[in-house]
């Protein structure tokens, strides 16, 4: 079956700065791939998806790229700021008929002020 | 709009007994999807309930079971309970699919912690 893996699982950052967190997955077939935010408590929050149909997609700070040919995609997020501080999880859905989302075991990033 | 409401909050219980939660999807949508979620680790997918009906299950036992009602709201039934199945149990939803997997959003979640 499909297997997601997350890097890195820690992240420290100074506000202002950029951070990238990188993920690949085994299943070819795999055609949807979002990234969820949970901070402390909170629910997982979808922030940005990316279909397989496309290489590219930002969403003011945030963006997400696709690499079909290497199995990764990567969120990029610029101009950190603290309350970016929290756990980030990648997702994908490994087949359309059965809708089920595999995550990496997530990022904690840490943005210092 | 509304989001995920899942109940309850909490919930404790002892090795053997049996746990139901619950869960009210976004006014519209259809799918409702379970996952777990223990202390540190990723999300586990669990069920995927479409229109009344269990669609898809992860790799867990049989005790785990649930079912989705006519207004798309879902229960999600854990029998004879184990230490290791205290975790985060998140519910989400979705719209109908179309033939495309859609966003799942996600609820607060139900904390259950078997003693």
């Known amino acids: 079956g499909e297997n997601v893996e997350q890097h890195p699982s820690t992240l420290s950052v100074q506000e202002g700065d950029s951070a990238v967190i990188k993920c690949t997955y085994s299943?070819?077939?795999?055609?949807?791939f979002p990234w969820y935010k949970q901070e402390l408590g909170k629910r997982p929050q979808l922030i940005i998806d990316i279909r397989s149909n496309v290489g590219e997609k930002k969403d003011q700070r945030i963006a997400v790229t696709l690499n079909k040919t290497a199995k990764h995609f990567s969120l990029h997020i610029t101009e950190t700021q603290p309350e970016d501080s929290a756990v980030y999880f990648c997702?994908?859905?490994?087949?359309?008929?059965?809708?089920?989302?595999?995550f990496g075991t997530g990022t904690r990033l840490l943005v210092s002020p | 709009e509304a989001g995920v409401t899942q109940s309850p909050t909490h919930l404790i219980k002892t090795r053997g007994q049996q746990a139901t939660l619950r869960c009210s999807p976004i006014s519209g949508h259809t799918s409702v999807y379970w996952y777990q979620q223990a202390l540190g680790l990723g999300l586990q997918f669990l069920l995927w309930?479409?229109?009344?009906?269990?669609?898809n299950r992860g790799n867990f036992p049989p005790r785990f079971s649930g079912r989705q009602f006519p207004n798309y709201s879902s229960e999600l039934n854990v029998n004879a309970l184990e230490l290791e199945d205290s975790a985060l149990y998140l519910c989400a939803s979705s719209s109908g699919t179309g033939g495309f997997i859609q966003p799942q959003h996600f609820g607060d979640g139900t904390r259950l912690s078997i003693l």
């Open positions: 299943d070819s077939a795999s055609n949807y």
């Open positions: 997702a994908a859905s490994p087949n359309t008929g059965f809708q089920k989302l595999v």
């Open positions: 309930y479409d229109e009344g009906e269990e669609r």
